[in-house]
């Protein structure tokens, strides 16, 4: 099993910026793809952004990008999201998920393990 716990969500304005964390801990977090996903009241869980094992590869939403970078830290089994020029239809609850295979992937099914989810609210 692979614990996820994601931290750094938290209310900002409009044109602001928070920088989302995912601490994973039980299994070897550098052997695995991972990723960024987002549900916001009454819709659909929908994907953010992917980052490969290594690092090498990344994929974000097209609704995300030029905004946001994930990124990672394989010493530190730590996963980033760096969110600048937020909107409010930014707002949405945030998880992070993990993928037993190196290569990124942007349908939620290919993951295997996912954290609780960190509230991200943006205010107009």
């Known amino acids: 099993q692979m614990q996820l716990v994601e931290s750094g969500g938290g209310l900002v304005q409009a044109g602001g910026s928070l920088r989302l964390s995912c601490a994973a801990s039980?299994?070897?977090?550098?052997?695995?793809?991972m990723g960024w996903f987002r549900q916001a009241p009454g819709k659909e869980r929908e994907f953010v952004a992917a980052?490969?094992?290594?690092?090498?590869?990344?994929a974000y939403a097209d609704s995300v990008k030029g905004r946001f970078t994930i990124s990672r830290n394989n010493a530190k089994n730590t996963l980033y999201l760096e969110m600048n020029s937020l909107k409010a239809e930014d707002t949405a609850v945030y998880y992070c998920?993990?993928?037993?295979?190196?290569?990124?992937?942007?349908?939620?099914?290919?993951?295997?393990?996912w954290g609780q989810g960190t509230q991200v609210t943006v205010s107009a």
């Open positions: 980052i490969s094992w290594a690092g090498r590869s990344t």
């Open positions: 039980g299994r070897t977090f550098s052997s695995y793809a």
């Open positions: 998920a993990a993928r037993g295979r190196p290569e990124i992937a942007t349908m939620g099914v290919s993951y295997d393990y």
